[in-house]
């Protein structure tokens, strides 16, 4: 059963805690990426990997941070320093080349007590 | 910025009528557009895209009109069913790393 897995599916954070979000993908996708979405709103690019090893900010990386260790995951850690972390996060993945279509995951609701 | 953005936040269509969503783009540069259909509480799933070569694709229900004179997307939605109803948002390449830039999307709700 191939596709993307995303881990839990829902999770509770505390003040100053950090916590990891798990994304896993066996499609063989060369690139993934991970999005925030708030309430009503659309995506918002937050850190993605093209290749193992490697990895770029998006446009609202500050408070997060990712690892890209093996090809088919991808880990998103949301650190005490993002002050509002509560929303819905998607994982994603894509071929990489002229294949441009990017594939979700199911998501992670993250909230915070 | 340049950004994506969509005309219409809701959509009411009754069941069997055409849909039509609208999607502004103002990055003339992109080559690459994608539609994504989002369920509640689901991920977003790919529905139908298009390259910038294009004007027009067709897929099972689905067709995207690409516009790039006056940078207008378009998805149609044929013979719209109660399980249409969803978000749905349309997103540009915006860079040769495969960079999306989402709009904010439009609820579609379809009624009996």
């Known amino acids: 059963d191939g596709g993307i897995t995303q881990s839990p599916k829902y999770l509770f954070r505390k003040e100053g805690q950090n916590v990891t979000l798990s994304c896993e993908q066996n499609l063989n996708h060369d690139a993934m990426y991970w999005y925030r979405q708030d309430p009503g709103q659309g995506l918002r690019l937050i850190y993605y990997s093209q290749i193992v090893n490697d990895f770029q900010k998006g446009d609202i990386a500050e408070g997060y941070s990712v690892s890209r260790e093996k090809k088919e995951s991808f880990p998103l850690t949301v650190t005490s320093a993002q002050k509002n972390p509560t929303a819905f996060y998607l994982c994603?993945?894509?071929?990489?080349?002229?294949?441009?279509?990017?594939?979700f995951g199911p998501g992670t609701r993250l909230l915070v007590l | 910025g340049e950004s994506v953005g969509l005309h219409l936040p809701t959509l009411s269509v009754q069941e069997g009528d055409n849909s039509i969503i609208n999607c502004a783009y103002s990055?003339?540069?992109?080559?690459?557009f994608i539609w994504y259909k989002q369920e509640s509480g689901k991920g977003p799933q790919f529905i139908i895209d298009i390259r910038s070569n294009m004007d027009k694709r067709q897929g099972q229900r689905v067709t995207v009109l690409l516009n790039k004179t006056v940078k207008h997307l378009s998805l149609q939605i044929a013979a719209t069913q109660p399980g249409d109803s969803a978000v749905y948002f349309c997103?540009?390449?915006?860079?040769?790393?495969?960079?999306?830039?989402f709009g904010a999307g439009t609820q579609v709700v379809v009624t009996p």
């Open positions: 990055n003339s540069a992109s080559d690459y």
């Open positions: 994603a993945s894509r071929v990489a080349g002229a294949q441009e279509t990017q594939y």
């Open positions: 997103a540009e390449k915006t860079d040769s790393w495969g960079k999306l830039q």
